[in-house]
Nanobody, 119 residues
Framework: QVQLVESGGGLVQAGGSLRLSCAAS????????MGWFRQAPGKERDFVAR????????FYADSVKGRFTISRDNAKNTVYLQMNSLKPEDTAVYYC????????????WGQGTQVTVSS
């Protein structure tokens, strides 16, 4: 069982930046593909970004490409999401995920952290 704890959310003005962190309990963290999803009020949960085991391969939703960067530190069992040039439409609860493959919905989810971008 992998436990994921997100942090770093908050309120920021449009054009600002935030960095989300997700700490994992799993000692074999480096064997997991890590990702971020988000859910805005009244909308479905959407994929944001993911990163492979070693951090050498990343993939982003078109809506965040060029503004968000996912990274990981396997020595610290932590994955990050650097969010720049934030827009009001980025307002959502952001969830960290972990799985050993990319088939279907990720197996493990964090509790989420709220990001609010004011205009």
């Amino acid at each position: 069982q992998v436990q994921l704890v997100e942090s770093g959310g908050g309120l920021v003005q449009a054009g600002g930046s935030l960095r989300l962190s997700c700490a994992a309990s799993e000692r074999t963290f480096s064997t997991y593909i890590m990702g971020w999803f988000r859910q805005a009020p009244g909308k479905e949960r959407d994929f944001v970004a993911r990163i492979n085991w070693g951090g050498g391969s990343t993939f982003y939703a078109d809506s965040v490409k060029g503004r968000f960067t996912i990274s990981r530190d396997n020595a610290k069992n932590t994955v990050y999401l650097q969010m720049n040039s934030l827009k009001p439409e980025d307002t959502a609860v952001y969830y960290c995920t972990a799985d050993r493959n990319t088939l279907g919905s990720p197996r493990y989810w964090g509790q989420g952290t709220q990001v609010t971008v004011s205009s």
